[in-house]
């Protein structure tokens, strides 16, 4: 099974910062993979998908990039209504395994 | 509207069973791969069972298999996932999901709003 790594863990930044999350797979999968936002007490929502492209109505200061192994998703300019779990996932077959979740917070 | 609406979730003993249900509408069942990810309190996501658009060929993650089984009623556009042997570490939140496909390559669009399943004495 392949397996996805995300860092960091947690993180704290200002409003407007930029903000970078990474998500490493441990075997090559190509450009599938998807980024998913996940706030308090709702359900996940998919931002990004095939590593880059922008899911429809996703804000545009949400970009994603990598192929292969090394990917990132990053904020260009953090808003307070990110504040949320964000997850990668590979969805080079099954089982279609997720990162262990990044969590933004607002400093 | 692509909708989906999880039920059959409750309290039940370890060792006990459970079905759990999702109604979609807006698509068919023969459309698309369907998914079950589940979410333990406080914790990540976890990919647990998939049925295939064709042939309605499945997946369970090992921690499952053997114990899980999904399944779908064509004919009613009803996902389901049968759980049997169930476990203190299977309390979740199982959300079905569906989306894109690229061969086996499916990435998760469309969410329901999830079923809390509790097993405890």
């Known amino acids: 099974d392949i397996h996805m790594t995300q860092s960091p863990s947690s993180l704290s930044a200002s409003v407007g910062d930029r903000v970078t999350i990474t998500c490493r797979a441990s075997q090559g999968i190509s450009s599938y993979l998807a980024w998913y936002q996940q706030k308090p007490g709702k359900i996940p929502k998919l931002l990004i998908y095939?590593?880059?492209t922008l899911q429809s109505g996703v804000p545009s200061r949400f970009s994603g990039s990598g192929s292969g192994t090394d990917f990132s998703l990053t904020i260009s300019s953090l808003q307070p209504e990110d504040v949320a779990t964000y997850y990668c996932q590979h969805y080079s077959g099954p089982p279609r395994t997720f990162g262990q979740g990044t969590m933004v917070e607002i400093k | 509207e692509v909708q989906l609406v999880e039920s059959g979730g409750g309290l039940v003993q370890p060792g006990g069973s459970l079905r759990l249900s999702c109604a979609a509408s807006g698509f068919t069942l023969t459309s698309t791969t369907m998914h079950w990810v589940r979410q333990a309190p406080g914790r990540g996501l976890e990919y647990v069972s998939a049925?295939?658009?064709?042939?309605?060929?499945?997946y369970s993650v090992d921690s499952v298999k053997g114990r899980f089984s999904i399944s779908r009623d064509i004919s009613t556009n009803m996902l389901y996932l049968q759980m049997g042997s169930l476990r203190s570490e299977d309390t979740a939140v199982y959300y079905c999901a569906r989306g894109p496909c690229n061969s086996d390559n499916c990435y998760l669009s469309d969410w329901g709003q999830g079923t809390l399943v509790t097993v405890s004495s």
């Open positions: 095939a590593a880059s």
């Open positions: 049925i295939s658009s064709f042939g309605g060929g499945t």
